[in-house]
C-alpha cells in the first residue's frame, strides 16, 4: 500500500521478547527505529536502585549485566490474562502493581514513536495474539481490556487491536504478484498464531477482508516455553534439579521453575524461597548442586542464567551442540548441550504446535494440499525442528521467511493506515 502523506495512525506490536512500532510513510521504512537506530525495543524493564532510574530495552539489559542493583523485569506481556495482572511486586521497597510495570513500557514505546515521529500519534492499533488465554473468552477478553485500558492512560484516544498473525498476512501480502492460499506461523515468545488466509494484489487493496480469513488459531506456546524446558532440562540439574532428598524423595521443583520462567525468577528471591531452601539444605543427598543452586540465587543471577540459556536456544538453531559456561556460578562449571536433546525436551510442545494447526486446517475445510505458503514471522519461528514439524504437515507448500521482528509492526501500520487514514 502507497500513501502520499504520512499516516495518522501508527501500529504497535508490544511482543514478549520485543516490541516494534509501524508507521507508513512515503518513500521511508515502515519500522521506526526505537533504540540506537534499530527497529525493536527489547520488551525489558530494569529499576536501577544504584543511579535511581528507570531504563528499558538494551540499556536495561546493559546496566543489569554491567552487575548495577536493581530489578529487571522482561516477558512483561506474559502477565497479561495471568492472575499476577492484578498482584504487585517490589521495587526498592515500594510496592508496584504490575498493571503499573506494563504502562510504564507501553508509555516508553509511545514516548519514543512520538519523538521519532516529531507528532503525538492519538490512534493505534495493537497487534494481540489469537489467544491471550486457551480456552478462556472472559479471560481472553479480560487481557485485551487491560491493554486497552493501559494504552488509553498513555495517551492514545483511538484504540483498536489486529490478530498478529494477520499483520504478517498483510505485510507479506504486499510483496506477492498472484494469489496464494497462506497459512501465516507466528511463533513468538509467549505464544504460537496461526492465520489461514487468501492473499492477492488485488485483495490488497480491499478495506474489508472478513471472508479472506478461512480460520485463525493459536495457543498459549512460545519461545519463552522452549527456554524454559532448555534451562530445566539441560541446566537445573547442575543445580539439583530433579535430584534426590536423603530419604529418596525428589527435590522440591517449586524454585527451579521460578529461575526457568522469565516472569517469575524474581519469586526465588524471596525471603519465604529463602527459608523453604535452608529447611531442606540439611536433607540434599547432592550438597554440591545444592550449594550451587543456593550461589545462583545469592548473586541474583537468574536472569543472567536466562539470557545465557536463551543464548544458547538461538545457537542451537545453527549449530548441533553449544557449551554453556557457568563461571559466575562456579570456576569450570559448565552446562553441555546438544540440539537432539533440546528438540527432545521440547517435543510435547511443537506438537501441541502441531495439533493446533491441524485443527485449523479442519476448521478451515482446507485440504494440506491447498496451501500454497507457509510464511514464518516472530523470533522463535527459526527453531530447526519446528519448521519440520510444520514442513512434515504441509509437505508441498513453499516456504517463505518473513522479517522475523518486523512483519507484524509493518502489517499493523498498513492496518492502521486503513482505518484512520
Partial sequence: MTTNAPAKACGIDFGTSNSTVGWLRPGQETLIALEDGKITLPSVVFFNYEEDHTVFGRQALQ????????????????????????????????????????????????????????????????????????????????????????????????????????????????????????????????????????????????????????????????????????NLNGVMPLFGYKSRLRNNAEMPSAQFFNLATWHTINFAYTRKAWMDLQDIHRDVANPAAFDRLFTLINQRDGHRLAMLVEDAKIDLSAKAEHHLPLD????????????????????????????????????AGASTAEVDTVFFTGGSSGVPALRQRIQDLLPQARHVEGNLFGSIGSGLAIEAHKRYG
Fill in 63 to 230: 546496566e543489569y549485566m554491567e552487575g548495577y542493583e536493581g530489578r529487571l523485569m522482561r516477558s512483561l506481556k506474559s502477565l497479561l490474562g495471568s492472575s499476577l495482572m492484578d498482584s504487585q511486586t517490589e521495587v526498592q521497597g515500594r510496592a508496584l502493581p504490575f498493571r503499573a510495570l506494563l504502562t510504564h513500557f507501553i508509555g516508553e514505546l509511545k514516548t519514543r514513536a512520538d519523538h521519532a515521529a516529531h507528532k503525538s500519534f492519538d490512534s493505534v492499533v495493537l497487534g494481540r495474539p489469537v489467544f491471550f488465554v486457551d480456552d478462556n473468552p472472559k479471560a481472553d477478553k479480560l487481557a485485551e481490556d487491560t491493554l486497552a485500558d493501559i494504552a488509553r492512560s498513555v495517551g492514545f484516544k483511538d484504540i483498536s487491536f489486529q490478530f498478529e498473525p494477520l499483520a504478517a498476512a498483510f505485510d507479506y501480502e504486499s510483496t506477492i504478484s498472484k494469489e496464494e492460499l497462506v497459512l501465516i506461523v507466528d511463533i513468538g515468545g509467549g505464544t504460537s498464531d496461526f492465520s489461514l488466509v487468501r492473499l492477492s494484489p488485488q485483495r490488497h487493496r480491499h478495506d474489508e477482508r472478513k471472508d479472506d480469513i478461512l480460520a485463525t488459531g493459536g495457543v498459549h506456546i512460545g519461545g519463552t516455553d522452549f527456554d524454559k524446558q532448555l
Fill in 328 to 363: 559466575m556460578v562456579e570456576a569450570g562449571l559448565a552446562a553441555e548441550l546438544v540440539r537432539a536433546d533440546f528438540e527432545q525436551y521440547i517435543d510435547n510442545l511443537l506438537g501441541q504446535i502441531g495439533l493446533t494447526v491441524e485443527r485449523l486446517l479442519q476448521d
